[in-house]
């Protein structure tokens, strides 16, 4: 069964997972296009964090950004390296949605990578039915990320 745990950065397997993904997207991404968020990045006002188990085990992590009056950014979603290809990353997906319409956020975008490394994220956001947008938020225009968004039915 898949539990959710908001917060929870002092948990050592969450904070190990975000660091790996933190020097990953770092790494990924040209200097000044990574937009990946550091522990103390996710813990603003303006952001929810989630970790996400299965049977006590860490599956994933993912958060969700209040941008806009309706509009909020996903940030940091990883999946495990023990619960890759396996489907677990529409779980996480499943899970903010489900969280912003509790927040009644209408609207949801994302910032990803155009480079090849990011191409499992791209499709996973293809596949829930994100579209491609211009930059939002804060973001501009840069040959090395993509922008994606979705409207969501709060019923």
């Given at each position: 069964m898949l539990k959710?745990?908001?917060?929870?950065?002092?948990?050592?397997?969450v904070h190990e997972l975000l660091i790996k993904h933190f020097i990953e997207l770092r790494a990924a991404s040209p200097e000044g296009s990574a937009h990946v968020l550091d522990i103390p990045g996710l813990k603003v006002s303006s952001i929810k964090f989630w970790s996400l188990w299965q049977d006590e085990m860490l599956m994933g992590c993912g958060a969700?950004?209040?941008?806009?009056?309706?509009?909020g950014e996903f940030k940091s979603i990883r999946i495990h390296d023990n619960f890759r290809r396996m489907g677990n990353g529409i779980n996480v997906i499943n899970h903010l949605i489900n969280e912003a319409k509790k927040l009644d956020i209408k609207k949801l975008s994302i910032e990803t990578g155009a480079g090849?490394?990011?191409i499992?994220?791209?499709k996973l956001f293809n596949k829930c039915n994100f579209l491609p947008c211009a930059p939002f938020a804060h973001y501009k225009l840069d040959k090395n990320s993509i922008y994606l968004t979705k409207q969501i039915d709060n019923d």
């Amino acid at each position: 069964m898949l539990k959710s745990i908001e917060g929870n950065f002092d948990n050592q397997e969450v904070h190990e997972l975000l660091i790996k993904h933190f020097i990953e997207l770092r790494a990924a991404s040209p200097e000044g296009s990574a937009h990946v968020l550091d522990i103390p990045g996710l813990k603003v006002s303006s952001i929810k964090f989630w970790s996400l188990w299965q049977d006590e085990m860490l599956m994933g992590c993912g958060a969700l950004k209040f941008l806009d009056e309706g509009h909020g950014e996903f940030k940091s979603i990883r999946i495990h390296d023990n619960f890759r290809r396996m489907g677990n990353g529409i779980n996480v997906i499943n899970h903010l949605i489900n969280e912003a319409k509790k927040l009644d956020i209408k609207k949801l975008s994302i910032e990803t990578g155009a480079g090849d490394f990011f191409i499992p994220a791209r499709k996973l956001f293809n596949k829930c039915n994100f579209l491609p947008c211009a930059p939002f938020a804060h973001y501009k225009l840069d040959k090395n990320s993509i922008y994606l968004t979705k409207q969501i039915d709060n019923d």
